[in-house]
């Protein structure tokens, strides 16, 4: 169904760049479950689910919503009022920072973080470093669609975590 329902957007965000956009997916009830029901099997155990911005928050919403656990933002800078802490990261066409509230993080608490798309890895890598610093213990990036030619999985190897996917173009 995700195939089925995913928009293909040429040239967006930028010339060049084919975007997979899964919004019509999330209008759709029950592809939109069964979309949460195969990242949380692949997830695996977490305290909460931490929500890349902006799709990401639509992934960790439902899992929590689903099992009853938290949802963390992890949100683009400036977005957060208060005290945050930050990570900067480069993009496949760009460069940004992500920031969340670290006295949202509970010390020790196993987080996975959830998203759409994983391109480059940076976003990813950025959120991994940012919770790890917020002490939690990041336990699997879950992802709906890996860009596989753009190496983002290969770039969060380091982390030494479980990087999952629904799907690979």
Do not use: C, W
């Not at 195969?38 to 890349?52: H, K, R, S, T, V």
């Not at 689903?66 to 963390?72: N, Y």
Request: charged share 20%.
């Amino acid at each position: 169904m995700i195939d089925r329902l995913t928009r293909l957007q040429q040239d967006f965000p930028v010339p060049g760049v084919l975007f997979r956009d899964l919004t019509p997916v999330f209008a759709d009830g029950v592809a939109l479950a069964e979309l949460t029901a195969g990242m949380l099997e692949l997830a695996g155990p977490a305290d909460l689910y931490a929500g890349l911005e902006a799709r990401g928050f639509v992934f960790a919403a439902a899992a929590a919503a689903t099992t009853g656990r938290g949802m963390l933002a992890v949100r683009k800078a400036g977005k957060l009022p208060g005290a945050v802490i930050g990570e900067d990261y480069d993009l496949e066409y760009g460069t940004a920072r992500i920031e969340t509230h670290p006295d949202d993080v509970p010390t020790g608490a196993r987080i996975a973080v959830l998203d759409d798309v994983l391109a480059t890895g940076g976003t990813a890598a950025a959120a991994i470093r940012l919770l790890r610093r917020a002490g939690a213990e990041v336990t699997s990036v879950t992802v709906a669609i890996e860009l596989d030619a753009l190496g983002g999985r290969a770039a969060l190897r380091e982390y030494g975590i479980p990087v999952r996917s629904l799907r690979h173009y």
